[in-house]
């Protein structure tokens, strides 16, 4: 099961990814999981991947096509996988595809006021590099492991705002799919549980047509 999850960010993509991942016990790849890797051991491209996230730019495709196939090419990804994050457009589209045989791509779509308003309450924990939530932190703190939380550069308003329309997803990425017929659209706007519920019956449905 290769499936790669779409969407702008703060659609709640992530979140599905890892839904996923724990019912389907595949792993999940996040291209802004391994960036902020690099930028929290300040690695040369970890200073890169921060210039461009302070400036609400995205990562080059250079750069961000050899991360993803350098990922997929381990041992755990052979059975399958979830992308979240990847591609983001045509060019990283056909790139992924000259790579692995991609079964579903999935729209997690939502719109951008809710997104701004989801991404703005958002917070990360210095300690563990938990995201969370203002909604969900204890006594103003991770409610996982109790460290100090802090607003990053791409979750202010501005930065979000700038975000969503330097990485608004291409219709030719979707055209794309969509010419495979493996393309589906999922709002997330009911909240994550019921979002599910629909991502599952796509990949019911895709497993059961894998049986036959």
Known sequence: MKIVLLGPPGS???TQAELICNKYNIPHISTGDIFRQNIREKTPLGVSIEECIAKGELVPDSITNLVVEDRLSKEDCKKGFVL?????NLEQSKFLDSVVSIDKAIMIDLEDEEIIKRLSTRRMCRKCGNPTNLDWLVDGKCEKCGGEVF????DMPETIKNRLK?????QEVVDFYQSKKIFER???????EKTFDLVDKILA????????
Request: proline residues 6%.
């Open 12 to 14: 709640g993509k992530g």
């Open 84 to 88: 979240d994050g990847f591609p983001r």
């Open 151 to 154: 607003i990053r550069q791409d």
């Open 166 to 170: 330097k990485q608004k997803l291409p």
């Open 186 to 192: 999922v709002s997330s706007l009911g909240g994550k």
């Open 205 to 212: 449905s895709l497993k059961r047509q894998a049986k036959k």
